[in-house]
């Protein structure tokens, strides 16, 4: 309850500084409170474009205080997620990935994971998305696929963004890529390596280490470095590569490394650079939602 | 003296940049690349075969030539290390060379009964009907997760046929049982054509089941 007022508190506030918004939003606003918030920064992100720097700043500066008094994690209120909206258009990030890839990923293999999830939760006690990844792999095929599979593909969305806004990494970020790597390009021919050398389905990801330092790894199929007894380094994610094959055949074939090389141009380096000063730099798993 | 001249063999070979062991090659399609259409497209069928079944034939024979490598040093470390790539790409070149056979042009079809009817035989008794056992083989091939292949296989000891699924390029002789008849649910195997609907994939793909091969390799497995 205190959570939802202070989602009304925050979104009237915004509202007042941005004639962009109107009573829909609100009502948007004032549902993700209920609904785990899983739209809510989406719907700020939307609404970029319309706020000037100044109001983006504030409106910045009001969701980071009520980040702080509520933890905005995603529980599933009434044992139901819900999935939420590309932050940009099913286009936006051409020519790297398609249009009808990112439809097709999005409105069809994201939203199967989350119908699928929401089946396999009904009749139990109501979980965290990040509980729900801890114990996946020792609950079970559905739980591991589908909770697994909800939350690697919106960590993923939320990452990705138009090439022109694609950005650089914060200084936090970059220094820790260096100190770790040696340089940007020699960090992401690891991460190549580790995509391209995924046999079948999975997951390429960057993430942060227990020592703090940041290390790559790959998951088969949908699970993540945050389950339990999961294969591979122990690391929290930040950063993450689809290489199923739905995540490119349609524009790159059987060509995986072309659709590694595309990635980087669409990588939103500003979100990427959010979730690791946020999250992960602090040993806690990102809560996209 | 034997050993000492097949390694004199060897080392000639390798002198001479020739692999001393066998290669292994990419076996033509028994059929065009557009034979399959409607049901799975020229586009799908040029890649699948030209391309991932090729891929695996080449990621095969650089392994094993790594491997032979690591066999004349007697290097163990080395050779346990390339398992996971021969497992991978052996798998798939096993795989897909037995998976061109068991399809066909529709028109070149016949059903089950004609093809065997010792196997349809088979089929009846163990699952009531044929469209119960594509029902129940399409339902699990349907829920493998991630990159795998469904498969009718002959259980020669207990003189049987089963449905398994098994993940990646895992050939079914991991699981003991003999393939007579795989079906690839790879997404490179559909998606350009069925997109994320799978089960319409599976649904169809029945109408290229080449029954007379399926048979062939039922005849060889239970004899």
Redesign the interface.
């Known amino acids: 309850m205190v959570r939802a007022h202070l989602y009304m508190a925050v979104s009237l506030a915004v509202a007042s500084s941005c004639a962009a918004f109107s009573s829909p939003t609100l009502a948007g606003l004032h549902v993700a409170s209920h609904r785990g918030g899983a739209a809510h920064s989406l719907c700020m992100a939307a609404q970029k474009p319309a706020l000037s720097r100044r109001e983006a700043i504030q409106a910045a500066s009001f969701l980071a205080g009520a980040a702080f008094f509520a933890p905005r994690e995603s529980v599933a209120a009434d044992g139901a997620f819900s999935l939420p909206k590309l932050p940009y258009a099913y286009d936006a990030l051409e020519p790297h990935i398609d249009k009808m890839t990112m439809e097709l990923h999005h409105d069809k293999h994201f939203n199967a994971y989350l119908t699928n999830l929401n089946k396999a939760l009904e009749g139990k006690d109501a979980k965290s998305l990040l509980d729900i990844q801890k114990t996946a792999i020792k609950d079970g095929a559905m739980l591991r696929n589908n909770g697994g599979g909800f939350y690697n593909h919106g960590l993923f969305f939320n990452t990705l963004g138009p090439a022109s806004e694609s950005g650089a990494p914060s200084p936090a970020l970059a220094k820790a890529i260096e100190s770790s790597f040696g340089s940007m390009d020699k960090m992401k021919e690891e991460f190549n390596a580790a995509a391209a050398k995924r046999f079948g389905s999975g997951w390429a990801w960057l993430g942060v280490a227990p020592d703090g330092k940041l290390v790559i790894t790959s998951t088969p199929n949908q699970d993540n470095p945050l389950m339990e007894g999961c294969d591979g380094a122990k690391m929290v994610p930040f950063l993450g590569l689809d290489v199923w094959e739905h995540a490119y055949y349609l524009k790159y074939q059987n060509r995986r490394p072309e659709y590694i090389a595309g990635f980087w141009n669409v990588v939103n380096w500003g979100k990427v650079s959010e979730y690791y000063e946020t999250f992960a730099a602090k040993g806690v798993p990102v809560n996209w939602a | 003296m034997l050993r000492q001249s097949l390694r004199s063999v060897r080392s000639v070979a390798k002198a001479h940049g020739a692999r001393a062991m066998s290669s292994y090659t990419l076996p033509p399609l028994p059929y065009e690349l557009g034979a399959l259409e409607p049901v799975v497209n020229t586009e799908i069928m040029t ?1 699948h075969h030209g ?2 079944h090729a ?1 695996y034939v080449a990621n095969l024979n650089a392994a094993m030539e790594k491997y032979a490598e690591a066999e004349a040093k007697k290097d163990v470390a080395a050779m346990i290390a390339l398992q ?1 790539a021969i497992k ?1 790409n052996g798998g798939g070149h096993v795989n897909h060379s037995i998976f061109w056979t068991n399809l066909c042009a529709p028109k070149d079809v016949v059903a089950p009964a004609e093809a065997s009817p010792e196997l349809a035989k088979m089929i009846d008794a163990q699952w009531g009907s044929l469209d119960a056992f594509k029902t129940e083989f399409n339902t699990k091939t349907a829920a493998v ?4 292949w469904g498969w009718l296989g002959y259980d020669k000891a207990a003189k049987k046929l089963a449905i398994a699924t098994c ?3 895992d050939p079914l002789s991991t699981t003991g049982l003999t393939p007579l008849l795989g079906i690839d649910v ?3 195997a559909y ?2 054509q069925y ?2 609907v799978r089960p319409e994939y599976l649904k169809q793909v029945w109408q290229v089941v080449n029954w007379k091969n399926v048979a062939e390799r039922f005849k060889a497995a239970s004899a």
């Open positions: 890649l391309k991932h891929t996971g991978f997760q991630g990159s795998g993940a990646n390029q790879w997404e490179h998606y350009l997109k994320n």
